[in-house]
Structure formats: C-alpha cells, structure tokens
C-alpha cells in the first residue's frame, strides 16, 4: 500500500479540524499548515473581508489555490476550511495527494461547539442562534457528500491524538 506524506483533515466548522492537526503534526513530528491561514496570506486579507469584499467564489479560488501549494509538502499535518472538500477538484486532490480524514461530529455537537466559538464565520455571520442547528443539519446533509470519500472517517468527538494515530499509523509514511 502507497503510503502517504501528507495529512488532509477534513470535516465541518467547528469539528477541531485546526486543534486536531496542530495537535497530531507534533505528536508525529511533522509540520502543519491551516489552508484557513494560508488562504490569508495569500489574500493579503482576513477570512471575513474576503468573503465580505471579494466575494464567496473568488474565496473558493483562492481556497483552491491555497490547498494545491501544498502539493511539495511532507510530512505535513493540513487542517482544511468546512467547505474545502466541496468545491472543484479539491476532494480528489486530496485523496490522489495525502491521507483523508474526516472528524465528524453530530449536528448537536457542531451546534455546541459552534455557540461557544469566538470565531467570526462568514457563512454564520447572518443566521440567528435558533436557527443555528437547523442550518447545520442542512448544510452538513449536503457537504456530507465530500466528507464521506474521506479514506479516514473518525469520530471527531472521541477519538484522541493516540487513537488517530492508531487509526492511520499503518497508512502514513514515518
Ligand atoms: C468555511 C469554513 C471556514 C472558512 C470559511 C468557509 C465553510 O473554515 O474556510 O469561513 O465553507 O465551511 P473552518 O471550517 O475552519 O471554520
């Protein structure tokens, strides 16, 4: 089995996605790049003024971009945003480049985590706390789709760093 040297983290806001991949590159010694934050500098501008200024499509370009600099990477953990998996090409770049994982979480636990985030998200900037769940299920029903091709699907909720490991280490290149 081809075993991979990058590390693509996948799954909704809120799932830990950054967290999780910071946490998992240094358990492996490995390095970590947040597409979120690449997404910035290669903008020269804040997640929220993109989306607010520039546009959702022009984000998802740069998205695109952000996520296809990190094909000469190695040995690299890479946190991805909600709905990277969703546009383009981008799944399949992922799963021809690196080993997928997926953290998925319940609507319920999204919901909980997502209320306690001090992050600014555009995509929920406008939608009232009562209706915070409903647009999860909905969104995580479409997005599913994507998130389901993942090689990896772990239970983003229990599954600590040593059982990550335990579920990737014959498939990752050490
Ligand atoms: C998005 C998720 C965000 C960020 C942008 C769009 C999405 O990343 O990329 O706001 O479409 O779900 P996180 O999943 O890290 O919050």
Known sequence: ????????LIG??????????????SYLNWSFIDIDDR????????IQDIFSQKGETYFRQI????LLSTLSESDTVISTGGGTPCFGSNMNFML????????????SDL??????????????????RKDLRKFI?????EREEWYAMATIIADGLNTGIPGLYSLIKNRIRE
């Open 63 to 66: 998205e695109s971009e952000a």
């Open 96 to 107: 021809e480049n690196g080993l997928t994982i997926y953290l998925k979480m319940t609507p």
């Open 39 to 46: 997404i910035e500098s290669i903008a020269d501008m804040k």
């Open 1 to 8: 089995m081809h075993k991979a040297r990058k590390i693509y």
């Open 111 to 128: 919901e909980r985590r997502l209320l306690n985030s001090p992050d600014e998200r555009p995509l929920l900037k406008d939608i009232a």
């Open 12 to 25: 909704f806001m809120g799932s830990g996605k950054s967290t999780t991949g910071k946490n998992l590159a």
């Open 137 to 141: 299920s909905s969104k995580l029903t």
